[in-house]
């Protein structure tokens, strides 16, 4: 599995990749989950997949098997922000207002959003792995442009997954139960650091670059 990121400006670097990951939203949260968000026959597509959104997705064998997309809590465009602070202002009916206790707008913290993995994934491995690179791809995303924590609503289960993989994340309020899918979520958040598994090859590389300087200064000399 490899990871990709970008942006709407960096979408033709990738063919259909950005079209996939709607199609498999699509397949996930509207035909599996029964959620009511914007689609048509093929993809799910809503008011935050904006110019102003950066997305984290996973191939397999140059299939799109997972995603997701992550924006600026201050970001603003029309007469959208980002999804937490839109529901805590009590635009979007499916999502109770006191889930974000505290209204945020900071270009340190980041929102991740719409994170999906696909059923063709069927071991608990091949998920994870799926799920750490989907996450560190936003961590670099963000981080790049001056984030230092990211927040997302998402599933209790998720955030035990995440835990296992190494990030600090840790619930911001309350928990409610979506209506349409009867799922237990909450609003998470974590540093913008990476999993244990990248900080251990970013240290291990450090150490291998380390090493092989002075042989490189030799080798010149």
Known sequence: MQNCTFEFSQLHRFGTAFYDFLRL??????????????H?????????????AHYSLVLKDG???????????AAIWGGNTYMLRDAHLGKLPHIPPEILPTEIASERVWECTRLVIS?????????????????DGLVERAGERGADELICLSSLALMRALRQLGYDVSRMGPTYRNDEDGRQYAALRMPAEYSTQRRREMAEACVIAA???????????
């Open 63 to 73: 299939q799109v098997v997972g995603g997701a997309r992550v924006m600026s809590t």
């Open 25 to 38: 939203r699509k397949e996930v949260f509207v035909d599996t989950l029964g959620w009511d968000v914007p």
């Open 40 to 52: 048509n026959d093929e993809v799910e597509m809503d008011q935050y997949d904006t110019p102003l």
């Open 119 to 135: 059923d063709a994934l069927t071991t608990q491995a091949e998920r994870s792995t799926c799920l750490r690179l989907i996450v």
């Open 211 to 221: 090493q092989s300087a002075p042989r490189q200064l030799h080798t010149a000399a």
